[in-house]
């Protein structure tokens, strides 16, 4: 397919979905330093906020750094060109924090749910509409359901005010043709001046290859993270993208040596270590699992001695939806029991 | 044995459930349904059962109740109507138990409070949410021991228990929990989060409790505290259970609970609805006691 010539716009997660491999710890001067290189660099929207979006600092997540507040005023006054967007999940954040968020100067809300619970979003997503922001539905781990009930649930989100919609990979777990499949009925049924996006994780290394097909299909709002950093095996890194992109002609506006430039001189520096397909990233996108639970999938295995692979596959069995991190210490609390007592049952001879 | 007589208001999921655990009650005979809509399943359900019922709102039940003798009266509808329900209702001397988000009179936790609301002859209390009955008891069995900074909780529950109402108003849920965590569970400030989950078949309701404690946990005397309160909560929710912990991580004390619902009228995954039907229950229980033994005369309430 030619896609010579298209315009798409792309977002930057590095410094939301990137405060999952960095456990919310970017300070305020890391935040503002990327920011100013995405910014030269010609992305045109960057999010910032905690890792599980506005209102996301608590014990079950972690507790960030600087709080929402702190980072929003600290990158929006630095930026000359890129503007920003929080996240936020109904459940974990309310309008209170979408006002604050508003009140520092976001121009783009987007609201996220599980992806057959769009309608826990009507008084987020008419909320931001009416204070005249960019308004995004975000809905997530989408690879659980089939195409018609994503649509269906993305018609609530454009019902409710939304201009622009996502597809959301939470778990790093599509396909191409899965991707393909879900954007073109969106574009297709969605009302034509409302935007498709797709977001992507990297777990099974399709980040690029799935953009791309989303690209395809009609998608026209990309997110990437500069460097890969985000949760799992990272997003879908903005530079491999954006260089992609000008191969074959899709237009981003972005600069292609300097966002590279960003990833190799300000993100690879802050990592606490690499973010690559180990095997507990791999097993994300192998078995569909939220990819922020890493982290404590790794924590419960030093704690109680199950390995974060066996206790990642046992939350995909149960279908575990994003947001239950407190189900990963109890799965392994119970794992490690179990096991215990089938290893009293039958003692080696 | 005499008992107290009750009304229900608002036919749906919630208020039948309550009518089928009002029906076993020792002390409580309900007699009145209340609903807006003539074609209703619930209040036919209710005149099956035997209960008079009307379709005119609260209006519809005010003429009788003195003839009727309704002495406690369940809200199941809505926060924006239940004030004007409530003040309708005091004002002919029937106390009102709040099951909507309203929060117009006291938060009841029954293990907690409930003998002090009996006691201060409260005329409206209310119920908090489903995650707030479901935690609060967890919150509450840590700082009874020591001083708890924080407390947060995560209330998980199955897609096919979350009503519409609760849908287009989650924001409520949150502030409501959370401001009760931190009044009635006893933590200097107060977290909750609620996670929807639609698997099938549907998950019976999870709540996880963390609480940071001021100075290191002492384990022992916080391990007994939980234990002993679970057993409380159990003599009205028999499905409260301690999943894992109470996992001790510093000054992290973090508690697993699941809640299996009666399945009364409701499905038995929905604990999150059948606690606060049972905490209603149980709550109305201990105001009909103190009627009984004559401990508690009800006034009309000028609004």
Known sequence: MNLQGIKIKVHDMSLRDGMHPKRHQITIEQMRTIARGLDQAGVPLI????????????????????????????????LKQAKVSALLLPGIGTVDHLKMAADCGVHTIRVATHCTEADVSEQHISQSRKMGLDTVGFLMMAHMVEPAKILEQALLMESYGANCLYVTD???YMLPHDVTARIALLREKLKPETEIGFHGHHNLSMGVANSIAAVEAGARRIDGACGGLGAGAGNTPTEVFVAVCNRMGIETGVDVFKVSDVAEDLIQPILDFPIRIDRNALTLGYAGVYSSFLL????????????????LLELGRRRMVGGQEDMIEDT????????????AAHPAT | MKKIKCAIIGPGNIGTDLLYKLRRSKVLEPVWMVGVDPTSEGLARAREFGLKTTDQGVDGLLPHVKTDGVQIAFDATSAYVHKENSDKLNRLGVMMIDLTPAAIGPYCVPPINLKDHAGKREMNVNMVTCGGQATIPMVYAVSRVQKVKYAEIVATVASKSVGPGTRKNIDEFTRTTAGAVALIGGADQGKAIIVINPAEPSLIMRDTIHCLTADAPRQAEIEKSVHEMIAEVQKYVPGYRLKNGPVFDGNRVTTFIEVEGLGDFLPKYAGNLDIMTAAATRTAEMFAEEMLSGRLTLEPVAA
């Open chain 1, 170 to 172: 939470s778990a790093g």
């Open chain 1, 332 to 343: 392994a609390l119970t794992m490690a029991r179990e096991r215990k007592e089938a290893a």
């Open chain 1, 47 to 78: 999010e910032v906020t905690h890792g599980d979006g506005l209102g996301g600092a608590s014990v079950n997540y972690g507790f960030p750094a600087a709080s929402d507040e702190e980072y929003l005023r600290a990158v929006i006054p630095e």
């Open chain 1, 296 to 311: 404590f999938a790794q924590r419960a295995e030093k704690r109680y001695g199950v390995p974060a692979r066996e206790i």
